[in-house]
């Protein structure tokens, strides 16, 4: 059973990202830069998952230059990062020298840890991206994307961490992304990792259905190492554990935290004046519990987006329609794991049928792109049926997606010619070459018309 519980703060990436679509400002996290990095986290979460594509996307903002401001703030604290594996922050899989000239150049600029995943939990898509990690001399977290599913059993978890450990990762993360992971269940499966491979274990989890709380405290009796938490004003909902409760709840224990209530309420009311400026951007989901997320299994991140890409299709009645065809076209697709870039497949899919009326009647370019083999192996077999309907004649591949993937680096930077002007750029646009060129444009503009000293 561990002892000290170390924590992970969210407040600056999947926080946000799960309540407030993903679009608070370098501009609102700097002022209280100092103050966070006083606390004594074991790390922050500052950068990775959606923040890089909104913040060119939404805000016109350079992530690279957000990465830099954060660090030269903060100098004190571990800042983490998470990785879609071969999808680096993207949708799909990038070629091996993108991933690797993507991590080595995120590293220079200021992550200490790269926590990497596969949504498929396919270790092959991972493995390029720990790798590059590993040897820039950081600290990699091979996750474990939780689900549950006739085929997710403790067992296939316990392989997927096996293989994980032999990649030489420091630290396994079980991650939870859309909070499903009930008491007892962490309690088993924890304590069965925690005998089976002597790595610390970090959890992360959504308050989605509300059980993280009471998952959390579980998980530490079973010897859980770390905990992802968020500043009150940014958590629960669809986001994680209030940092301030959990802090609270271990005072005093072998457990305890060692960190500053005083300090961290602090924070606290920055952030609730923060969170105003966002209102916008709210969820009806984020103050409920939603147990039928047990269900759908939508996660906390893109739980937000989704209503908010609804919205914005004036369909936004569609919600419950739409997470009830999730499972549905999950099964169809042989149970992947419900984190990006698979959420997405299965619910632009669901939306689809549930739109159009007939299931299927149009199928996605990356639902066809999956079930031709392209984002890995899948849990469970797909429905025959279902790959009849999509593939016709056409058989899936076998390979690791990748190995089909020619090198990209110097074609992006040849494609994207006088508008990129570092190698970060040639990174950017390799990555959303479309979104990029209008940040690009967006960006040299703000240069020409800023006023001469």
């Known amino acids: 059973m561990a002892a000290k519980i170390d924590l992970t703060e969210t407040i600056l990436r999947d926080a946000h990202q799960s309540l407030l679509a993903t679009r608070m400002r370098t501009e609102d996290m700097l002022p209280i830069a100092a103050r966070l990095d006083e606390i004594g986290y074991w790390s922050l979460e500052t950068w990775g998952g959606a923040t890089f594509d909104a913040a060119l996307r939404y805000l016109k903002e350079s992530p690279w230059d957000r990465l830099r401001r954060l660090r030269a703030a903060m100098p004190k604290t571990r800042f983490q990062m998470l990785v879609r594996g071969q999808n680096i922050v993207g949708y799909h899989n990038y070629p091996d020298d993108i991933v690797v000239a993507f991590v080595e150049r995120a590293a220079a600029e200021g992550i200490d840890v790269f926590r990497i995943f596969d949504a498929m939990n396919d270790v092959r898509n991972m493995k390029t991206a720990i790798e590059a990690a590993l040897k820039a001399g950081k600290l990699v977290e091979g996750a474990i994307c939780y689900t549950i599913s006739p085929v997710h059993s403790v067992d296939y978890f316990l392989r997927v961490g096996d293989q994980l450990a032999d990649l030489g990762v420091q630290v396994i993360c079980l991650k939870d992304m859309a909070g499903m992971l009930a008491p007892y269940a ?8 925690k005998a089976r491979i002597s790595l610390p274990l970090h959890l992360h989890s959504h308050c989605t259905a509300g059980l993280a709380p009471m998952s959390y405290m579980m998980a530490i009796e079973a010897g859980a190492d770390i ?25 005093g224990t072998p457990h305890d935290t060692g960190l500053d209530l005083d300090k961290l309420n602090e924070i606290a009311e920055y952030f609730y004046g ?27 991140g893109m739980l937000s987006n ?4 609804l919205r914005h299709q004036k369909a936004e009645d569609k919600l419950e329609a739409v ?14 794991p419900l984190v990006t870039p698979t959420s997405q497949i299965v619910g632009s899919q669901a939306a689809l049928n ?5 299931r299927y009647s149009i199928v996605a370019t990356e639902t ?35 190995d089909l993937l020619e090198p990209g680096l110097d074609a992006a930077r040849k494609e994207a010619g006088s508008l990129v002007t570092s190698d970060e750029d040639v990174l950017t646009y390799a990555l959303f070459p479309d979104i990029a060129k209008d940040y690009f444009l967006a960006r040299d503009s703000r240069q020409a018309n800023r006023p001469a000293v």
Do not use: W
């Not at 962490?186 to 990792?193: D, T």
């Not at 147990?291 to 759908?296: A, G, M, V």
């Not at 499972?327 to 697709?333: A, F, N, S, Y």
């Open 274 to 300: 923060v969170r105003k400026k966002y209102r916008e951007f709210e969820s009806p989901v984020n103050n409920q519990i939603k147990t039928d997320i047990l269900t759908s299994q939508i996660p906390g």
């Open 306 to 309: 989704l209503v908010a890409q």
């Open 186 to 193: 962490a309690y088993e499966l924890i304590s069965k990792i």
């Open 227 to 251: 905990l992802d938490t968020a500043i009150s004003p940014l958590s629960q909902g669809t986001s994680q554990p209030a940092t301030e409760a959990v802090v609270a709840a271990l005072m």
């Open 323 to 336: 997470l009830s065809e999730m499972p549905h076209v999950r099964k169809d697709l042989g149970y992947p």
């Open 354 to 358: 549930v739109m159009t009326g007939k």
């Open 368 to 402: 066809r792109n999956y079930v031709r083999g392209f984002y890995g192996h899948p849990p469970g077999p797909i429905s025959e049926e279902i790959k009849a309907k999509i593939l016709g004649k056409k058989e899936p591949i076998s390979c690791r997606p990748a």
